[in-house]
């Protein structure tokens, strides 16, 4: 994998994000804008981009492979999970609860696909939205439960069904079943579904031009966060994928969206139940930042 291309990539999300950055500076782009264009991507380009990317010729060794970035998905979350519950035990608990919720969930929807998308192609996406699934599946579960510490069992089964499950799903049934969509059809969406890349790193470049730059790199929280979501998650990912043998896309696929920044949702779920969304915003732009350069690194050692 050629790590000059991997770090050009990186920079044009940064300039991307910086362009956003500024739009909202000047007001061109609102919170209203933010929080809208925020919907346009979880309910429609994201969906779209993740089920136009299943448009493949059905074979037994890409399902076996999606199988496996399924249950390393799952065991990289449940591993996060667990890691997540004993290290951050001495911050008090609105941090804790922060910082527990990045460690298991990356940015890998926002900021993963459209790199996977970049380097691998519509494979990458392909197996990263197997990725995601996980990533959906344990959100709207394990994710509510981290911020409330209530079970809501009773509502997983509407929150489940959200526009990027319901992509896989149809995605993955186009594929086994060998359906075709029509040539017009599948251009026009795969066009609106390429649209998540440049709207989601100017969301991204939004949301950090809301956060304070006086207290914004106080607290060894938000080091020992950033570190944990950066280089320790991703590093026992790289370790544990070398150990079976995945193959370079596969190991690719698992440690990019492994090494993505805290998840963008964080500030969200943390507003919506009364969590520390100051933290949460420092936070996701810290390691969004810091991930410019580690990204790149990863990227390089899975080549």
């Known amino acids: 994998m050629d790590n000059k291309i991997i770090t050009t990539q990186v920079l044009i999300f940064a300039v991307m994000m910086f362009i956003g950055f500024?739009?909202?500076?000047?007001?061109?782009?609102?919170?209203?804008?933010?929080?809208?264009?925020?919907?346009?991507?979880?309910n429609i380009t994201s969906p779209l981009m993740v089920f136009t990317s299943?448009?493949?010729?059905?074979?037994?060794?890409?399902?076996?492979?999606a199988g496996k970035v399924f249950v390393f998905s799952l065991f990289i979350h449940l591993f996060s999970l667990l890691l997540g519950l004993v290290i951050y035990n001495m911050y008090p608990k609105p941090s804790r609860t922060i910082l527990r919720f990045i460690t298991v969930f990356s940015n890998c929807g926002f900021m993963g696909l459209p790199l996977l998308q970049a380097i691998y192609g519509?494979?990458?996406v392909f197996y990263g939205s197997i990725y995601l699934t996980v990533f959906n599946l344990l959100l709207w579960t394990v994710g509510v439960v981290i911020f409330t510490g209530k079970q809501r069992q009773k509502s997983w089964g509407r929150d489940l069904l959200n526009p990027n499950i319901i992509g896989v799903v149809l995605g993955l049934a186009t594929f086994a079943l060998s359906i075709k969509i029509p040539?017009?059809?599948?251009?026009?969406?795969?066009?609106?579904?390429?649209?998540?890349t440049p709207l989601s790193m100017l969301v991204i470049g939004s949301l950090l031009a809301g956060v304070g730059i006086r207290d914004l790199f106080s607290g060894s929280a938000l080091y020992y966060g950033t570190f944990i979501r950066l280089v320790v998650i991703p590093g026992l990912t790289l370790l544990i994928t070398s150990l079976y043998n995945l193959t370079p896309i596969?190991?690719?696929?698992?440690?990019?969206?492994?090494?993505a920044p805290a998840a963008s949702?964080?500030?969200?779920?943390?507003?919506?139940?009364?969590?520390?969304?100051?933290?949460?915003?420092?936070?996701?732009?810290?390691s969004t930042v810091l991930s410019l350069f580690t990204l790149p690194l990863f990227l390089l050692l899975v080549g």
């Open 54 to 65: 299943f448009q493949f010729t059905y074979t037994s060794d890409m399902l076996r492979s």
């Open 22 to 42: 500024l739009a909202r500076k000047k007001r061109t782009i609102t919170p209203e804008v933010t929080k809208g264009l925020s919907d346009v991507l979880i």
């Open 265 to 286: 949702l964080t500030a969200i779920f943390a507003e919506k139940h009364n969590g520390d969304a100051l933290f949460a915003s420092r936070i996701i732009f810290f």
């Open 122 to 124: 519509r494979i990458g």
């Open 183 to 196: 040539s017009p059809v599948y251009s026009a969406l795969e066009l609106v579904g390429g649209m998540t």
């Open 250 to 259: 596969l190991q690719g696929v698992c440690v990019l969206c492994a090494a």
